[in-house]
């Protein structure tokens, strides 16, 4: 079928909105259309070539939600007519990793996923003949894509496609790292780097568990107001202190943070975020995405005595189980994803939403079919 797609025809140049190629879903998995998709930072990371596993051309996007039209042979967890969020990390429930209950990193399909193509080998998106990628086993910048069906999450169909489409990245991301990965407990002092799209459902995980302190650190002042609305408790911009941003932070929380959240991708944060972890016992989580060859370093003696760095990936989050209910949070009206969308836009206008991320202007642009 022809479908309309974004394509990243080679890194650092705008999208093309094409019409292309896309063959119907095989064993295993399903077509989905996609009815709106959050515009992450990662597909800017991806786009601007600091990805060692970007592939071009490609079809990016990994924020979407939509309606499953096709299953293919085998598949029975969804049918067409339901409502799903693409899931970039998929849970097949069967593998070492799914089943050892320590990790959400199910392997089932990662290594095709990182090579653009479909678990076959093959990918189902083409133009003029030319085979085009997958983008984290979702390209969700299109009105149709193919999913293996592990990697979708049903949810329920009174839910907005132009606001849980968030859920599929940066809602639980931010969210889970605070619940899942980091486990923060009520009372704890907590420092966000970063107050973006990811940073602010840090925040707003950490006010949902009860932390007492919460510190959001940003060199975009026009920041703030967005994330005191969603529990920030004290804002500090690192260009506007004197002296060394650590030293500054383990003062304000009185010893160092029980918890911290590197929401940038800057490796230089990711070192001050675990040294203004408190001695003994302060967790620093990196969300970030680093470009190839970005390292971190810091002294041994910060984890010899007691601090923790630790990763998070789709915030420690099961797709299949724990989308859903993500979903009814927000339909509950115990999470707010509404004041984090600024922009909605058609997807023919998706290189603007590059731009307003780039500038800092918008938290999450969504681009809609
Ligand atoms: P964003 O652009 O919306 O937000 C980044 C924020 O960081 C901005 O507010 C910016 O002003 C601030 N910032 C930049 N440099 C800074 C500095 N030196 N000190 C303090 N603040 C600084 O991006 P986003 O969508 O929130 O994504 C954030 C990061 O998380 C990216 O690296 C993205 O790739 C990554 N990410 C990771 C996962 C995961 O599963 N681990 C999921 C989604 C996104
Ligand atoms: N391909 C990159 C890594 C990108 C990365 O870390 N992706 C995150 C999700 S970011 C979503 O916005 C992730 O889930 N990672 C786990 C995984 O298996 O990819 C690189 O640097 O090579
Ligand atoms: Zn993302």
């Not at 093959?122 to 086993?137: A, K, L, P, W």
């Not at 680093?290 to 971190?296: L, V």
Request: hydrophobic content about 40%; aromatic content about 6%.
């Amino acid at each position: 079928m022809e479908v309309k797609a974004a394509v990243a025809y080679s890194a650092g140049k705008p999208l093309t909105i094409e019409t292309v190629q896309l063959s119907g879903p095989q064993a295993g998995e399903v077509l989905v259309e996609i009815k709106a998709s959050g515009v992450c930072h990662t597909d800017a990371y991806t786009l601007s070539g600091a990805d060692p596993e970007g592939l071009f051309p490609t079809i990016l996007g990994h924020e979407g939600a939509g309606v499953v039209v096709e299953v293919g042979a085998g598949v029975t967890s969804v049918k067409p007519g339901d409502h799903v969020i693409p899931l970039y990390t998929p849970e097949c429930r069967q593998c070492e990793y799914c089943l050892s209950l320590k990790t959400n990193l199910c392997q089932a399909i990662r290594s095709t996923q990182g090579r653009g193509v479909m678990p076959n080998g093959t990918s189902r998106f083409s133009i003029g003949g030319e085979m085009i990628h997958h983008y984290m086993g979702t390209s969700t910048f299109a009105n149709y894509t193919v999913l293996p069906e592990i990697a979708v999450a049903k949810i329920r169909e009174d839910a907005p496609f132009d606001k849980v489409c968030y859920i599929g990245c940066g809602v639980t991301t931010g969210i889970g790292a605070v619940i899942y990965t980091a486990k923060v407990e009520p009372g704890a002092k907590v420092v966000v780097f970063g107050l973006g799209g990811i940073g602010l459902n840090v925040i707003q995980g950490a006010r949902m568990v009860g932390a007492d302190m919460i510190v959001g650190v940003d060199i975009n002042p026009s920041k703030r107001a967005l994330a005191e609305k969603f529990g920030m408790t004290h804002f500090v911009n690192p260009n506007e202190v004197e002296g060394d941003l650590v030293s500054y932070l383990v003062d304000l929380t009185k010893g160092g943070a029980d918890y911290t959240f590197e929401c940038i991708g800057n490796v230089k944060v990711m070192r001050q975020a675990l040294e203004c972890c408190h001695k003994g016992w302060g967790v620093s989580v990196i969300i970030g995405v680093a470009g190839a060859g970005q390292e971190i370093s810091t002294r041994p003696f910060q984890l010899v005595t007691g601090r923790v760095w630790k990763g998070s990936a789709f915030g420690g989050a099961r797709g299949r189980t724990d989308v859903p209910k993500i979903v009814d949070w927000y339909m509950d009206g115990k999470i707010n994803i509404d004041d984090l969308i600024t922009h909605v836009m058609p997807i023919e206008q998706i290189n603007h939403a590059l731009e307003l991320m780039h500038k800092g202007e918008s938290i999450r642009s969504v681009v809609t079919f």
